[in-house]
């Protein structure tokens, strides 16, 4: 948050929060913002409903809960669902281990460093935020089917990282670059090689950055679909997006299953987020703004 | 000091500008994946007498302003607004609110708009007929005429056009734009008696121009390569109504097998992309580098 410049009045109420909210002047405001959120949130609060229901409640209402809620709907999206997350989360995880390993040792030594060919090396990979994945997808797919991973979970990993690292080391680099240097001058004079002042100094220090390429890297995989498309179609091998679809063509009408299924793969992330919103708003508009 | 750079760099030639050249030199040849033969143009050549491409132009015309005027509009309204609440609480309530549809996968968002789409079970049509009027209910994403504009209220479901329309990535760029403007500036302002009005047509506006050409880059550039909604609801039909380049790159790849055209179709999206990117990169540099703080 900025810092506000308006002065507020001492808190006389009680309640000044609730003062504040209606404040004649933020009224356009608030219903401006407040109709906006139920727009936005209409859609999921059907889906949540519709999650509940049988078939005959479905065609009955669709607009508020019946009762009796139908919970045996998660028991069965879950038998199916349930593979696609934790083969989402294994690519997750694995994806961003490998982007902030690889991403944060190359920028390590193009910020501490100066070397022969580094400037003309870190616009090679800077140059390719340019490139479009329409552009890389066809000859990508070649490539990893004659690698031989095609249908392996290795096949959505590798290519990841390798597109994950390029702005990885973009955001990474301009960061280390502006540590003080006397941080490793004193390490140097501790003994410390650069394994050491990479492993003790500049990773310790990189956190907050660190946080923005992690959050980046867990929504562009967990969301990732054209890609696991084409290279996975063995079902036991199904991320999350692309086993939703398929989720979806196998259910058709029996809504209740298929909305709770919907439910329980958006029920990670969300979880996610609510414990630590404030690092996503940061990744979001990090991720954002990279050209 | 080279050993730190060698995952990276490998990674980088293997799975980046391998396909990068590859694509630029597959262009000229007919390819299946195995077997090549030089064609020269003729790839480019056929893609002007494609007759997908008239569809595609237009409805990448539609998703594209559809795009730009929901990136423009809705969430810059929402950011000042949100930006400038007497409650700070509120304002973080509605962040975090805003937020949130950011996390949910934007396939299950697709999904849940597919089903608010259907014609005879879903809840758009349901509550025309309840609502009494009949003859405005469609088969929404099977109607030639309409499927488009459905396509184009969702946008890529999340990925900041198109639904949620408030609550994209623009909202966000345009919130840390208004957070970076100075205290000092707005505190003269409201000393000179500034009405809202004022400073957000003299200072907000003005000074959040970078997040606004961001954002309209950004759009234009999503926009331009989006096949991910259509694959998933229309596969580009019914007829070639809902067509757009990527999903015919995809077809010609993965479905005919024609890899080499399909490369020649990418070729041309990029250079697109390269020139749009070019003429607004000289006035977005200066923004690019981000300060995490």
């Known amino acids: ?291 | 000091m080279y050993l730190c750079l060698i995952p990276a760099l490998t990674f980088l030639v293997v799975f980046s500008y391998y396909p990068f050249f590859s694509a630029f030199y597959h262009s000229l040849f007919k390819w299946d994946g195995v077997n090549s033969t030089f064609v020269g143009f003729k790839n480019f050549i056929d893609l002007v007498s494609d007759e997908r491409l008239g569809p595609s132009t237009k409805n990448i015309f539609i998703l594209t302003s559809a795009g730009v005027f929901f990136a423009l509009t809705l969430p810059l309204i929402a950011a000042v607004f949100i930006h400038n609440l007497k409650s700070e609480k509120m304002s973080t309530v509605y962040r975090f609110l805003f937020t949130m549809p950011l996390v949910i996968p934007w396939v299950v968002t697709v999904l849940v708009w597919q089903f608010l789409y259907d014609p005879l079970d879903g809840p758009i049509n349901r509550f025309l007929i309840a609502v009494g009027y009949p003859e405005f209910v469609r088969a929404w994403l099977a109607d030639p005429d309409i499927a488009i504009f459905a396509i184009a209220l969702i946008g890529g479901g999340g990925t900041g056009v198109g639904f949620p329309f408030v609550a994209g990535l623009n909202l966000l760029v345009y919130l840390s734009g208004l957070n970076n403007i100075s205290s000092e500036v707005k505190e003269a302002a409201i000393l000179e008696g500034a009405t809202s009005w004022q400073m957000f047509r003299n200072i907000e506006l003005p000074l959040i121009k970078t997040q606004i050409r961001i954002n309209l880059v950004m759009t234009i550039i999503t926009q331009l390569q989006t096949f991910h909604t259509i694959i998933l609801l229309t596969r580009g039909g019914p007829g070639y109504s809902t067509m757009v380049p990527g999903m015919a790159m995809f077809q010609d790849a993965f479905e005919f097998s024609r890899m080499g055209y399909a490369s020649a179709i990418g070729v041309v999206l990029f250079v697109i992309m390269l020139v749009i990117t070019l003429i607004a990169n000289n006035r977005l540099r200066t923004s690019t580098d981000f300060d995490p703080n």
């Open chain 1, 1 to 291: 948050m900025s810092t506000t410049v308006k002065t507020k009045p001492k808190p006389k109420h009680r309640r000044p929060e609730l003062m504040a909210v209606l404040r004649k002047e933020d009224r356009v405001k608030h219903a401006y913002l407040l109709v906006a959120a139920l727009l936005t949130f209409f859609p999921f609060w059907l889906l949540f409903v519709v999650s509940f229901k049988d078939l005959p409640q479905f065609y009955h209402n669709v607009w508020t809960l019946d009762y009796p809620l139908h919970f045996e709907n998660y028991t069965l999206a879950f038998k199916v669902v349930g593979k696609y997350i934790v083969n989402s989360a294994i690519v997750t995880a694995a994806t961003i281990v490998g982007v902030l390993f690889v991403s944060s040792l190359a920028a390590f030594a193009f910020a501490r460093y100066s070397f022969p060919g580094s400037n003309f090396l870190f616009m090679l990979i800077i140059s390719l935020l340019m490139v479009p994945s329409v552009l890389t997808m066809v000859p990508a797919f070649v490539l990893v089917k004659n690698l031989g991973m095609i249908n392996t979970l290795w096949g959505l990993i590798l290519p990841g990282i390798a597109g994950l690292q390029v702005f990885a080391i973009y955001l990474l680099r301009n960061f280390m670059a502006g540590l003080p240097e006397e941080l490793f001058e004193a390490a140097r004079m501790d003994g410390a090689g650069i394994w050491r002042s990479y492993w003790h100094v500049a990773l310790p220090l990189s956190r907050p950055v660190l946080s923005i390429v992690v959050i980046t890297s867990l929504l562009n995989t967990w969301n990732d679909f054209i890609w696991p498309l084409i290279v996975i179609s063995d079902d036991d091998l199904r991320t999350i997006p692309i086993g939703l679809a398929f989720f979806r063509t196998q259910y058709q009408t029996d809504y209740g299953p298929l909305m709770a299924g919907y439910i329980i793969s958006l029920l990670p992330l969300l979880i996610v987020f609510l414990f630590i919103s404030r690092e996503f708003v940061r990744g979001l508009t990090a991720g954002a703004i990279k050209m």
